[in-house]
């Protein structure tokens, strides 16, 4: 009995042979281990490491060492965990990568914005001293008022018959 199912339907998912994989919980685990790669910390875990393992397959009796010299499974062990690495720090690095493009795209968006902003409000300005320019300003009416006033002293002091009326 086969179903028909029509396009709105989702298909079910085929079994696979392939393991799924989250590719995002991937890069963070990535990031994460780049990030303690980079730190002191691992440094100096890996200092006593190796200076443990070498002491120990140098100095421990002949039947307790498991690595004798020139210690060819440490040397395996290390270029595992190297061979592992590098590749876990590319990826941690293209995905900060493409952080750093979506926010500069980001930025330069904003600063796009900015200026339009700033364009707008500069063209505000420059109408509005086209506007106040036609305008009688407070200073402008006082210095008209402190003429008249003169005008009307000079003619009083002129004509000192005008007050007696």
């Known amino acids: 009995m086969a179903r028909n199912f029509g396009l709105d339907t989702p298909r079910e998912t085929r079994r696979s042979l392939r393991p799924n994989y989250d590719p995002?919980?991937?890069g963070r685990l990535s990031e994460r281990f780049a990030r303690f790669l980079g730190t002191a910390r691992f440094l100096v875990y890996?200092?006593?490491?190796?200076?443990?393992?070498?002491c120990w397959n140098s100095l421990a009796p002949r039947d307790l060492r498991f690595d004798d010299y020139p210690f060819?499974?440490?040397t395996l062990i290390l270029s595992l965990?190297?061979?592992?690495?590098?590749?876990?720090?590319?990826?941690?690095?293209?995905r900060q990568a493409d952080r750093d493009r979506i926010q500069l795209n980001?930025?330069?968006?904003?600063?796009?914005?900015?200026?339009?902003?700033?364009?707008?409000?500069?063209?505000e300005i420059a109408a509005?001293?086209?506007?106040?320019?036609?305008?009688?300003?407070?200073?402008?009416?006082?210095s008209e008022l402190s003429d008249l006033v003169d005008d009307v002293v000079k003619e009083?002091?002129?004509?000192?018959?005008?007050d007696t009326k």
């Not at 914005?113 to 063209?123: C, G, K, M, N, V």
């Not at 009083?156 to 005008?162: E, I």
């Open 72 to 74: 060819i499974f440490l």
């Open 24 to 26: 995002e919980a991937f």
């Open 156 to 162: 009083l002091r002129s004509n000192p018959q005008a």
């Open 128 to 142: 509005l001293r086209i506007s106040l320019g036609e305008v009688a300003t407070r200073d402008f009416v006082r």
């Open 46 to 54: 890996m200092t006593f490491f190796v200076a443990f393992w070498v």
């Open 106 to 123: 980001e930025d330069r968006a904003q600063n796009e914005r900015s200026i339009a902003d700033t364009e707008y409000l500069t063209r």
């Open 81 to 94: 965990q190297a061979s592992y690495a590098a590749p876990l720090i590319l990826l941690a690095q293209n």
